[in-house]
């Protein structure tokens, strides 16, 4: 498995989107995840399957220091007195003393980000958390970010697949030595019957989801795919022995569109245009 370093943090290229994984089957697909290999297991408060996040990895038999879990806090709770409770309410439903990796999951304008920035790092300071960092930050967001934060943020958690062009924001995570993850990935599916994506794949005998996942571990993002389908376990995993071509990558790049973000809240910040 690739590894990506950054800031003392060595997180797995790929790992396991848990979003709408819950329950015991959901339990279960984590559990074969890490039979597989998986060693990154990405969840968030938001989630709600913290738990099956904790008894997946008990349950794996596989030892807790070889897997990387990422939590999220989520944004109604990023004053510091909520921000520290549930982060200790996370943990207890993990089981775990620590995580890995505490991202903020949206940013809160009814929230100063250095009140935020200060309690997350307070985290990291009185042990329950190896590593912190954002997800959902602009370039605006990052910068002021850095400025306020007394810890590395080792992280941007972005939405990033080849529909959506993200080269402001990966270029200012590049200025600080922070790294991407890139959720939705394969943007929720729409990459399956892509004629540029499948016809590149048909080269390498991959699928269309499998050359999106790989042009963006080549750009050196962290992929974190979701799915509940544990055939599909493997395949996301099976993308490190081709590589694409510059031009490949070029033309890939060339999908980007104005409408291609798949993730629309009413809480997001003002995207980087």
Not at 196 to 201: E, N, Q
Request: aromatic content about 6%; glycine content about 8%; overall charge neutral.
């Amino acid at each position: 498995m690739q590894i990506i370093e950054t800031h003392g943090a060595r997180i797995p290229a790929v790992g396991l989107g848990t979003w709408q994984i819950s329950g015991r089957a959901g339990q279960r697909v984590i559990e074969q995840a890490l039979r597989l290999g998986y060693r990154h297991i990405d969840t968030a408060q938001a989630y709600e399957n913290e738990r099956e996040v904790g008894e997946a990895l008990r349950a794996s038999g596989v030892k807790r220091n070889d897997v990387f879990v990422t939590t999220k806090i989520w944004h109604t709770h990023l004053a510091p007195n909520d921000l520290e409770r549930s982060v200790k309410d996370s943990l207890a439903r993990l089981r775990l003393s620590e995580a890995d990796l505490l991202l903020i999951h949206w940013p809160n304008p009814q929230v100063p980000l250095s009140e935020t920035l200060g309690a997350l790092c307070k985290m990291k300071s009185t042990g329950y958390t190896r590593h912190i960092g954002v997800s959902n930050f602009t370039v605006a967001l990052l910068e002021e970010a850095v400025k306020h934060t007394s810890e590395p943020i080792v992280v941007n958690q972005i939405e990033w697949h080849p529909y959506l062009d993200q080269s402001k924001v990966t270029a200012a995570c590049r200025r600080h030595g922070i790294a991407v993850t890139a959720y939705s990935p394969v943007a929720r599916g729409k990459t399956v019957g892509d004629d540029v994506l499948a016809r590149i794949g048909k080269t390498y005998g991959k699928s269309e989801g499998q050359v999106s996942l790989r042009w963006l571990v080549q750009q050196g993002a962290i992929v974190i795919p979701r799915t509940s389908k544990v055939e599909r376990l493997s395949e996301n995993m099976d993308i490190f022995d081709f590589a694409l071509s510059a031009e490949e990558m070029e033309e890939i790049r060339g999908l980007a569109r104005p409408d291609g973000r798949v993730v629309n809240v009413a809480w997001a910040p003002n995207w980087d245009s």
